[in-house]
């Protein structure tokens, strides 16, 4: 992909098409060579961006200005008043609010470029973190001054409700609800566990807000803590993260000489204190319950559920198990109220989610944008396109738990919803991108790679499956794959999804389901013509592995 | 990570120190683990039976907690020890050719030891630094945007 200065994409649904948007398209082509801009302006023809009752739609980028209803005679316009001279052509321009289906997230931008927006991130890399004082300075604390003064537990807990926040570890399960069920638990004693144990591949989200921001997680904790009754907190740490557990340690310290932990906080009746556990590397331990056994010394394997922890989490207690990110929300959702918050993002999932950019693109990094953003624009705005003008061929969403999405859903919004509804998943929010030079089965191989080594063995069809799985993608890669291996392939990713005790498991069948529905002719054609189209397997005709 | 030959004498003096330090809780016991892998750079059977003693859990349980964890180890490890990370962030990033040098330079396979003990060759999961893939993990030294050729000099660093 180029840099240019505007991305112009044409609708092709099968409405729009029906009203001539390859017309369009053909029109707005010429138009622009016309006034010589075809360097400059790149015009793509969109996949299914959802139905409208004003197609054929034409967006334009940076500006995010849609133009509805556009037919050949409006292009020349179009092109030289906008394109051309920068003037929006306001007859043609289109509310967000007036279209329906899946563009309508649309209205989250107001009209402007999907700038980030940062709420999770906001100190970070802006105030020192090992000094609280920054921290009070910038708003830190106020949100737990607000809920221990002129709140009583069930209201903290039910603006977190309305507000709509849905965790961000990757289940998306609404956050407010969870605090109620923790809150309604019987029991004399209850626990708060922040989830920084992040180990899916490719996420590193939660690591610079605990070695950013750490107090903005004990601001959390300690108001998750009031809303739900516990009285004592928990903060599981991947072990490798070195810096994040020093400086987590550091603040813990600082907010206990500045009496915000330990008894009797701003002279209420409200204790609480946090301890910090460092994890002992194992993916697994992310799993609530698999967490929650690794604090109380044990091997990290999940329980059975029900119950859930929210009835009997630690030492069978009431607890209450939150991602970091979810957590860094809480302040500002106090601070600003429910309302304020489900403005950004998209209905089904307001707020703001934090991506990691990462793989053949010409920027990585980390950026916070409102939920709803497609991957198209991601790739083209913030991660200033592909790299040495590869193509985009897919994105591994959420680490190695998420789904691999093809070139065709990457105008799809990205929010729990639309995604779920596309039969794939958002994850943790790593956009792990690849150009052509990437194969299928060799990604999915290192998928399966990972999850037979993290599979915590406890279960079959996990251990099981994902040894096997690796297995018959090993022998695909090695060009000795048979027909019959891809049923089987089939047939084992539907046992993961469905028998598995946990989520490792029933997300380690989706890079089988997600090759063979996306890219079944690139996976035949090392089984069927013994070649890797990417020239990635080693193809070397001998088996890996002998299966029975 | 130096690998010393200590006197089992020496161990059951550091493991009682420990849980006289921190507790015989159970919850208790993962922190510990940590604590003796550090210094002794793996969790030997004298330690395993030490503990099971001081904090009263069956040695059993021990080395089952102690074999499931990436960063506890049950076998002595090298001076040197090289994780690198195999996820598919660092793998499309281009390391899959900067194992192969990797191996190649070294004579070894995953998991293993050299006879001169100097290095351990471990493959890890995501490291949580994929902003500059393909990344590898000397002891405590992280090398980022690795490339084969820098391979055989990054080595070289180490005594």
């Avoid at chain 1, 622009?32 to 961006?49: A, C, P, Q, R």
């Avoid at chain 1, 020093?246 to 204790?271: C, H, P, V, W």
């Avoid at chain 1, 910090?276 to 394997?301: D, F, K, P, Q, V």
Wanted: hydrophobic share 35%; with cysteine.
């Amino acid at each position: 992909m180029k840099v240019t200065r505007s991305m112009v994409l044409v609708s092709s649904d099968p409405e729009s098409l029906d009203r001539g948007a390859l017309d369009v398209f053909s029109t707005l082509q010429k138009q622009i060579t016309k006034f010589g801009m075809e360097e400059e302006i790149s015009l793509t023809m969109i996949s299914d961006i959802g139905k409208s009752v004003l197609s054929p739609l034409v967006l334009v980028y940076p500006d995010a200005v849609i133009y509805g209803s556009v037919t050949t005679k409006d292009v020349p316009k179009i092109v030289e008043e906008h394109l051309y001279k920068g003037r929006i052509v306001e007859e043609k321009q289109v509310s967000a609010y007036d279209l329906s289906g899946r563009v309508a997230w649309l209205s989250a931008r107001k009209g402007t470029l999907p700038a980030e927006n940062r709420i999770v991130l906001k100190n970070v890399g802006l105030i020192d973190p090992e000094n609280i004082d920054e921290y009070i300075i910038n708003e830190g604390y106020e949100a737990l001054g607000k809920v221990l003064n002129e709140m009583t537990p069930a209201e903290t807990y039910k603006v977190i409700k309305n507000s709509g926040l849905r965790g961000r570890g990757g289940a998306g399960f609404p956050t407010g609800l969870k605090w109620q069920f923790v809150s309604g638990a019987k029991g004399d004693k209850k626990y708060v566990i922040c989830n920084a144990d992040e180990s899916e591949p490719g996420t590193f989200k939660d690591r610079l807000v605990l070695e950013g921001d750490p107090h903005a997680i004990i601001e959390a904790m300690l108001i998750a803590a009031y809303a739900v009754g516990a009285d004592e907190g928990y903060v599981y740490i991947r072990g490798e993260y070195n810096l994040a557990i020093t400086r987590m340690k550091k603040a813990i310290e600082q907010a206990r000489n500045y009496g915000l932990l330990g008894k009797n906080i701003f002279g209420t009746d409200f204790s609480f204190d946090i301890h910090i556990h460092a994890g002992a590397g194992a993916y697994i331990c992310g799993e609530e319950t698999a967490l929650i056994e690794s604090i109380e010394g044990n091997r990290g394997e999940p329980r059975s559920r029900p119950p859930y922890p929210t009835t009997a989490g630690l030492w069978q207690k009431p607890t209450l198990v939150n991602n970091v990110e979810t957590l860094a929300n809480i302040p500002a959702i106090i601070r600003n109220g429910a309302d304020w918050y489900k403005a950004i993002g998209t209905p089904s999932s307001p707020g703001t989610k934090v991506y990691t950019i990462l793989g053949n693109v010409n920027v990585t990094g980390l950026i916070e944008v409102p939920m709803g953003i497609t991957l198209r624009e991601v790739i083209a705005i913030y991660a200033k396109g592909m790299k040495d003008g590869s193509n985009f061929k897919l994105a591994q969403t959420g680490g190695s738990s998420g789904s691999i999405i093809p070139a065709s859903l990457q105008d799809t919004p990205m929010d729990f919803d639309s995604f779920s509804k596309a039969g794939v998943s958002l994850g943790s929010g790593a956009l792990l991108i690849a150009n052509e030079d990437t194969c299928v089965v060799d990604l999915a191989k290192v998928l399966l790679n990972f999850f037979r080594q993290e599979s915590c063995g406890k279960c079959n069809p996990c251990r099981i499956g994902n040894k096997r799985g690796y297995e018959i993608l090993s022998n695909i890669a090695e060009g000795v794959g048979t027909l019959q291996d891809l049923n089987d392939m089939q047939v084992m990713s539907e046992q993961l999804i469905q028998l598995s005790n946990c989520g490792l498991g029933q997300t380690a069948g989706s890079p089988l389901h997600d090759i063979l529905s996306h890219f079944r002719a690139e996976v035949e054609a090392h089984v069927k013509l013994k070649v890797c189209p990417a020239s990635v397997c080693p193809m070397s005709g001998r088996r890996a592995f002998q299966i029975d | 990570m130096s690998v010393e030959i200590e006197d089992t004498q020496d161990i059951q003096n550091y493991v009682r120190m420990l849980v006289k330090e921190q507790g015989h809780e159970k919850a208790e016991l993962i922190p510990i683990l940590h604590e003796i892998n550090g210094k002794y750079g793996y969790i030997s059977d004298d330690a395993i039976k030490e503990l099971s003693k001081q904090m009263s859990i069956p040695s059993s349980h021990i080395y089952s907690v102690a074999t499931f964890y990436r960063m506890l180890s049950t076998e002595p490890r090298g001076r040197h020890v090289i994780q690198f990370c195999e996820s598919a962030p660092c793998h499309v990033a281009g390391g899959r050719l900067v194992w192969q040098k990797l191996t190649e330079e070294l004579g070894l396979k995953k998991g293993e030891t050299s006879e001169d003990n100097k290095w351990t060759l471990l493959t890890t999961s995501c490291l949580g630094v994929c902003g500059v893939g393909p990344v590898m993990v000397i002891d405590n030294d992280i090398y980022g945007n690795v490339t084969p050729e820098q391979v055989p000099g990054i080595l070289s660093n180490y005594e």
